[in-house]
């Protein structure tokens, strides 16, 4: 069965931090590039970063280093390191498996929920 699950996500200050995990299975983890996306409220869905199985990274633009994919192919896990967040980072947050470094795949997690507020 194919599945993404995300966690991590939560309530935090202006300034904060986070890490958003997703565990994939292994069918869809080991071969594939794996992204995070994040709808906003009354926004689009709009890439946050994405990494390759050998590990080359991109990200969107409005990151400016504040955040960081990794993944650990031993455990089929992809994170996402939120650091510096702002108010205008509040969404929902999706992992998505099968794409590419600038296009999502065919499989998407159920989302995690990220508030940044004071």
């Known amino acids: 069965q194919v599945q993404l699950v995300e966690s991590g996500g939560d309530s935090v200050q202006p300034g904060g931090s986070l890490r958003l995990s997703c565990a994939a299975s292994e069918s869809i983890f080991s071969t594939n590039t794996m992204g995070w996306y994040r709808q906003g409220p009354g926004k689009q869905r709009e890439l946050v970063a994405a990494?390759?199985?050998?590990?080359?990274?991109n990200y969107a633009r409005f990151v400016k280093g504040r955040f960081t994919i990794s993944r650990d192919n031993a455990k089929s896990t992809v994170y996402l390191d939120l650091n510096s967040l702002k108010t205008e980072d509040t969404a929902v947050y999706y992992c998505n498996s099968g794409g590419g470094l600038w296009y999502p795949g065919d499989y998407w997690g159920q989302g995690t929920q990220v508030t940044v507020s004071s």
């Open positions: 990494i390759t199985k050998f590990g080359s990274t």
